[in-house]
């Protein structure tokens, strides 16, 4: 039973006319620890019982059961719920200290099936710092969703088809140079697509070449597909060089181009109901009943639009994976287009338009300033990466330069910061990523975080004790409770987190618990050796592990020195 179900469990003996599911919901937690660790309110029982709140409080107390409680206390309307801080930080302590690693999950998902598609990058382009968000908000929620036991299948949908393609293709049928594509295969391929984009202008039958050579990319022409085969290899090289920095791994890397070879279904279903009406040559499905703009499924050429391969793909994955959830990391910008997928899916027939959803994010900026492919003005998410693990390198020689695997930890710092500085955000605020503020010791950092567990490690080293199987857990003292009563809402802090796809949860959980965890040190004697010493180290020990499981939340790593 936990802090709050008992204080649930202790309310429903004076209101029986309550469910104790129904009391649990009302309580909150006070802002200022001095009024108790848990509160109930009681403006609610105003209407029904016809009293002041204030009334109902001291009634209620009177017949609350109090056992196991240090007070329970009237404070005007709210009933104000001290726990017996000894043995309920005891608790919190074992029970992280049995099993670290399983520590905060809770059974939401009873391990049904979760898709879930994120980073998604375009074939023959680099990964920029656009990617960022997408990669690491989608294997943050991933991440959080498997400890609250779904199983997740994560999917890459490669961007490796449409009209963009053809674009390229065109670009390299004028300007393409084979062995300078082999020096160089992404840069040079990103060149070719911002030249023809750039000058498409002045030169519209640029655009119209692009179409042409799509149209024969669908229609099999031998040229489009060894092209299209080439630009696809050499891209997802380069695109796993990075997830390996990011350590993310995916299940499927079937992207657009598997999915336009089961368009026939969609189409064909979309038929059968009348849903597909004729639009100026097009093919359309009206969506005007859900107020949104119409559907376009087939263009006047006769080839098919990305929604056309999204219902396809919708179908794909129901049938292959089964899924309770499918979720899609995408920009905010495409709000609308999912509703559309969804409204598309029910006026089909499928009673699972509701299981798609849509987990949307907001810009990055660098240095205040939009990024864009199509410009020209990309900025490599992998040169990032490495500039960030060279900055850690450099401030960890001035920290520790006798540091013996500096070079992996300098990796573990790097990535970590530049990952941290992305999740700390809400997931639909615009980023603004500035490297220096980024790769930080101080401050709402990823480093910060980082060296608060190293700096447990280091207590722990010194004080020789790693077994806490027999020590006195009520002995850490009352200076530990606001510290410890933090690490026992680490699994409220995960429902959360899970419940909303928000893996700021996390990020602003672990940098306040490094937080505390510091002003302890700063304020505690922690290797006195004293009766209650084996107590404090345990607590270092629950603090470091948390703050390990919450970093690898995050996909971020935890050294065990910095």
Same mark, same amino acid.
């Given at each position: 039973?936990?802090?709050?179900?008992?204080?649930?469990?202790?309310?429903?003996?004076?209101?029986?006319?309550?469910?104790?599911?129904?009391?649990?919901?009302?309580?909150?937690?006070?802002?200022?620890?001095?009024?108790?660790?848990?509160?109930?309110?009681?403006?609610?029982?105003?209407?029904?019982?016809?009293?002041?709140?204030?009334?109902?409080?001291?009634?209620?107390?009177?017949?609350?059961?109090?056992?196991?409680?240090?007070?329970?206390?009237?404070?005007?309307?709210?009933?104000?719920?001290?726990?017996?801080?000894?043995?309920?930080?005891?608790?919190?302590?074992?029970?992280?200290?049995?099993?670290?690693?399983?520590?905060?999950?809770?059974?939401?998902?009873?391990?049904?099936?979760?898709?879930?598609?994120?980073?998604?990058?375009?074939?023959?382009?680099?990964?920029?710092?656009?990617?960022?968000?997408?990669?690491?908000?989608?294997?943050?929620?991933?991440?959080?969703?498997?400890?609250?036991?779904?199983?997740?299948?994560?999917?890459?949908?490669?961007?490796?088809?449409?009209?963009?393609?053809?674009?390229?293709?065109?670009?390299?049928?004028?300007?393409?140079?084979?062995?300078?594509?082999?020096?160089?295969?992404?840069?040079?391929?990103?060149?070719?697509?911002?030249?023809?984009?750039?000058?498409?202008?002045?030169?519209?039958?640029?655009?119209?070449?692009?179409?042409?050579?799509?149209?024969?990319?669908?229609?099999?022409?031998?040229?489009?597909?060894?092209?299209?085969?080439?630009?696809?290899?050499?891209?997802?090289?380069?695109?796993?060089?990075?997830?390996?920095?990011?350590?993310?791994?995916?299940?499927?890397?079937?992207?657009?181009?598997?999915?336009?070879?089961?368009?026939?279904?969609?189409?064909?279903?979309?038929?059968?109901?009348?849903?597909?009406?004729?639009?100026?040559?097009?093919?359309?499905?009206?969506?005007?009943?859900?107020?949104?703009?119409?559907?376009?499924?087939?263009?006047?050429?006769?080839?098919?639009?990305?929604?056309?391969?999204?219902?396809?793909?919708?179908?794909?994955?129901?049938?292959?994976?089964?899924?309770?959830?499918?979720?899609?990391?995408?920009?905010?910008?495409?709000?609308?287009?999912?509703?559309?997928?969804?409204?598309?899916?029910?006026?089909?027939?499928?009673?699972?338009?509701?299981?798609?959803?849509?987990?949307?994010?907001?810009?990055?900026?660098?240095?205040?300033?939009?990024?864009?492919?199509?410009?020209?003005?990309?900025?490599?998410?992998?040169?990032?990466?490495?500039?960030?693990?060279?900055?850690?390198?450099?401030?960890?020689?001035?920290?520790?330069?006798?540091?013996?695997?500096?070079?992996?930890?300098?990796?573990?710092?790097?990535?970590?910061?530049?990952?941290?500085?992305?999740?700390?955000?809400?997931?639909?605020?615009?980023?603004?990523?500035?490297?220096?503020?980024?790769?930080?010791?101080?401050?709402?950092?990823?480093?910060?975080?980082?060296?608060?567990?190293?700096?447990?490690?280091?207590?722990?080293?010194?004080?020789?004790?790693?077994?806490?199987?027999?020590?006195?857990?009520?002995?850490?003292?009352?200076?530990?409770?606001?510290?410890?009563?933090?690490?026992?809402?680490?699994?409220?802090?995960?429902? !959360?987190? /899970? #419940?909303?796809?928000?893996? +700021?949860?996390?990020? &602003?959980? %672990? =940098?306040? *618990?490094?937080?505390?965890?510091?002003?302890?040190?700063?304020?505690?004697?922690?290797?006195?050796?004293?009766?209650?010493?084996?107590? !404090?180290? /345990? #607590?270092?020990?629950?603090? +470091?592990?948390?703050? &390990?499981? %919450? =970093?690898? *939340?995050?996909?971020?790593?935890?050294?065990?020195?910095?």
């Amino acid at each position: 039973m936990s802090d709050k179900q008992q204080v649930a469990a202790a309310l429903a003996q004076a209101l029986p006319e309550m469910d104790v599911k129904e009391i649990e919901a009302k309580i909150e937690r006070p802002k200022d620890s001095s009024n108790g660790d848990y509160a109930f309110p009681t403006f609610f029982l105003a209407k029904t019982l016809h009293k002041a709140p204030q009334m109902i409080a001291s009634e209620l107390v009177e017949r609350v059961d109090q056992d196991g409680f240090e007070k329970v206390v009237v404070a005007g309307p709210y009933i104000n719920f001290f726990l017996d801080k000894a043995q309920v930080g005891a608790k919190i302590l074992q029970t992280i200290l049995a099993d670290p690693e399983h520590y905060g999950e809770i059974d939401l998902g009873h391990q049904s099936n979760v898709t879930i598609d994120y980073s998604s990058p375009n074939i023959a382009k680099p990964m920029g710092m656009g990617h960022l968000r997408s990669t690491m908000i989608g294997e943050a929620v991933a991440r959080i969703l498997e400890k609250v036991n779904y199983n997740l299948i994560r999917i890459d949908y490669l961007g490796d088809w449409g009209t963009q393609f053809g674009k390229l293709m065109a670009a390299y049928e004028m300007w393409g140079d084979e062995a300078e594509v082999k020096k160089d295969p992404i840069n040079t391929l990103l060149k070719y697509y911002v030249r023809i984009n750039n000058e498409a202008d002045e030169h519209p039958e640029y655009t119209e070449a692009g179409r042409d050579w799509f149209a024969k990319l669908e229609h099999g022409d031998e040229e489009a597909w060894r092209l299209w085969h080439w630009f696809r290899e050499v891209s997802l090289e380069r695109f796993q060089r990075v997830y390996k920095m990011l350590d993310v791994n995916f299940d499927s890397f079937n992207g657009e181009a598997f999915s336009a070879q089961k368009m026939e279904e969609p189409i064909q279903l979309l038929r059968d109901k009348n849903l597909l009406k004729p639009s100026r040559g097009a093919e359309i499905v009206d969506l005007d009943e859900y107020n949104l703009p119409p559907l376009l499924i087939i263009k006047s050429n006769g080839t098919t639009t990305y929604i056309t391969r999204d219902l396809a793909t919708a179908l794909f994955r129901k049938r292959m994976y089964g899924h309770a959830k499918s979720l899609y990391v995408v920009g905010a910008e495409q709000e609308t287009y999912f509703k559309q997928l969804r409204a598309a899916l029910k006026e089909m027939g499928f009673n699972w338009w509701d299981q798609i959803e849509h987990i949307s994010f907001g810009l990055m900026n660098l240095n205040g300033k939009k990024m864009s492919t199509r410009k020209g003005n990309v900025v490599s998410l992998e040169d990032v990466l490495n500039d960030s693990i060279d900055l850690a390198r450099k401030q960890i020689a001035e920290k520790n330069p006798d540091l013996e695997n500096a070079d992996e930890v300098a990796k573990e710092v790097g990535v970590g910061a530049v990952i941290f500085h992305d999740l700390k955000n809400y997931r639909r605020n615009t980023v603004n990523f500035k490297l220096e503020d980024v790769v930080k010791f101080e401050g709402e950092t990823g480093p910060y975080v980082q060296y608060a567990r190293a700096r447990a490690e280091s207590i722990l080293r010194k004080g020789g004790i790693r077994d806490f199987s027999d020590v006195d857990l009520t002995n850490a003292g009352a200076e530990a409770w606001e510290l410890i009563s933090f690490l026992g809402q680490y699994s409220e802090a995960i429902k !959360r987190a /899970a #419940l909303n796809y928000d893996p +700021s949860v996390i990020a &602003k959980y %672990a =940098l306040e *618990l490094a937080k505390k965890f510091n002003q302890y040190y700063a304020h505690t004697r922690i290797l006195d050796k004293d009766e209650a010493q084996p107590a !404090r180290l /345990a #607590l270092t020990q629950a603090v +470091s592990d948390v703050l &390990k499981s %919450a =970093l690898n *939340l995050l996909d971020i790593k935890a050294p065990d020195e910095m």
